[in-house]
């Protein structure tokens, strides 16, 4: 293999080559990424943190506070208490954010937490919702990198029955218009007071079809999606349940369900997990799913027979995810040198961060305030659709102005290092996609700040070529 094959390895598929990284890869860039795809514990720094249920008791907690203060009035001590437990709250969120950005930037294994970061966006969540804004950061930790070496079907039920996929699309206190939770309330309510009732909810179940699974173009209609919710109703959440998830029968929708020309006659949850565990399997999952893959680590407009193949093994394997990570590493197109990728905001500051050894807690501050400057605030896509991934979402000329600036803010932050120039550096993270022109603006360079500025704001850093 080839330097360039080495720098493919790290910079294309993984999170951005560190110094010294591709000459230990360049042994073998294939064996480096398939060694990544075998079950792997959760990362040192993210283990002991709050889990989603200690998250929604701490949330509660804080809820019940406020209530108390507007019903005694200003009175000190309580106004207090809520101030210091919301408090503890952001912090909690901000340390979790720090630690998994630390983690990104100091692993060796840079091509599984790329695809940490592909099923993120894949599965999006936006904090702008503040109900679910505490859940983004631990809904990877708990639902996707245990699952990213594993089963499509395992990923998928572990992420739609997380508090906070269930707190952000509205299906925790989505109620069935025939449950009995529903009977009851119309026992209870008459008149006016009866239109302000709970009932069914279609957000989730949309967009498991329209974003997650089948996609847009599969041809389900407006009834499977009701359906679909109907079978999900009871999926909940609550304060020390172990995970979080609880399924509430009394909210659950009796009676069978069809979706996609397929009658589910399961009882209570096991109804929506069925319908799940037939979507991961599902033809049009398979061309969705490895489109975006594709679309993600090869081009924006990836070749046919490449995704094609991709589908056929996730068909062939019933959805093992590695099964179809590894027919697309082994396929040529996927190496080839047109094949390659704008960064995302996010896919910049990282590779930044990772190429000048960036890692303490007032260097991954500065990362997380300039991504957001560059439109890319982490975990807030503002939408279930994620943030876009092509080159025409991020290239605009204002974007690229505001890039040079944060290259600048980074570089700011590297001290001389002993026995390394700029040219050094650039050709250490770049291998031979470094090109002539910025290798002479490299050596021209008259500081490190002022060369790792320019290598960081060049073209070819702009690109996981």
């Not at 395992?154 to 508090?163: G, I, T």
């Not at 498991?208 to 173009?217: K, N």
């Not at 009796?254 to 399961?266: D, H, M, N």
């Not at 594709?294 to 019933?318: C, E, I, Y």
Request: glycine letters at 8%; proline letters at 6%; hydrophobic letters at 45%.
């Amino acid at each position: 293999m080839t330097i360039l094959s080495a720098t493919s390895a790290a910079n294309r598929f993984g999170v951005g080559a560190r110094p010294g990284d591709l000459e230990q890869i360049d042994r073998d860039p294939h064996a480096w990424l398939l060694a990544q795809l075998r079950p792997a514990p959760l990362p040192a720094a993210l283990t002991g943190l709050p889990s989603s249920a200690d998250y929604l008791g701490q949330y509660r907690q804080v809820l019940t506070l406020r209530q108390q203060v507007r019903k005694r009035g200003a009175d000190g001590d309580a106004q207090a208490a809520r101030m210091e437990a919301a408090r503890l709250l952001r912090q909690g969120v901000l340390r979790e954010l720090m630690l998994r950005q630390q983690v990104a930037v100091t692993t060796a294994d840079g091509f599984r937490e790329r695809l940490v970061r592909f099923w993120s966006n894949h599965f999006a969540i936006s904090v702008d919702k503040r109900v679910a804004a505490l859940f983004a950061a631990p809904m990877e930790r708990e639902a996707i990198r245990p699952h990213v070496t594993g089963r499509f079907v395992d990923l998928l039920r572990a992420v739609e029955r997380h508090p906070g996929m269930l707190l952000y699309l509205d299906n925790a206190q989505s109620v069935g218009d025939d449950s009995p939770a529903a009977q009851r309330a119309r026992r209870r309510m008459a008149g006016a007071a009866a239109g302000r009732r709970r009932g069914l909810n279609e957000n989730l179940a949309r967009e498991i079809l329209e974003l997650h699974t089948v996609g847009v173009d599969a041809g389900y209609t407006q009834q499977n999606v009701t359906e679909f919710a109907r079978a999900i109703t009871g999926w909940s959440v609550a304060p020390g349940a172990g995970d979080a998830f609880v399924f509430r029968a009394a909210a659950h929708e009796p009676g069978a369900r069809r979706v996609l020309g397929k009658t589910y006659r399961q009882a209570g949850e096991q109804q929506g997990l069925a319908i799940l565990d037939d979507l991961a399997v599902h033809p049009a999952t398979a061309g969705h799913v490895s489109l975006k893959l594709a679309r993600h680590f090869v081009a924006d407009t990836p070749p046919p027979a490449l995704v094609a193949r991709m589908r056929k093994a996730w068909l062939d394997s019933g959805g093992d995810l590695p099964t179809v990570y590894r027919t697309m590493l082994e396929d040529p197109a996927a190496w080839q040198a047109q094949a390659r990728k704008f960064r995302t905001p996010d896919d910049f500051i990282l590779a930044a961060l990772r190429a000048c050894g960036l890692h303490t807690d007032d260097d991954l501050g500065l990362a997380l305030r300039l991504q957001g400057q560059l439109g890319q605030p982490v975990f807030q896509p503002r939408s279930p659709a994620g943030f876009g991934d092509l080159a025409a979402d991020w290239g605009g000329p204002d974007a690229l102005f505001k890039r040079v600036q944060a290259a600048q803010a980074l570089a700011n932050r590297m001290s001389e290092p002993a026995g390394i120039t700029p040219l050094a550096l650039g050709q250490a993270v770049l291998g031979e996609a470094l090109d002539g022109q910025t290798a002479t603006a490299l050596r021209r360079a008259e500081s490190i700040q002022q060369g790792v500025a320019l290598l960081l704001a060049s073209p070819a850093f702009q690109w996981r070529a």
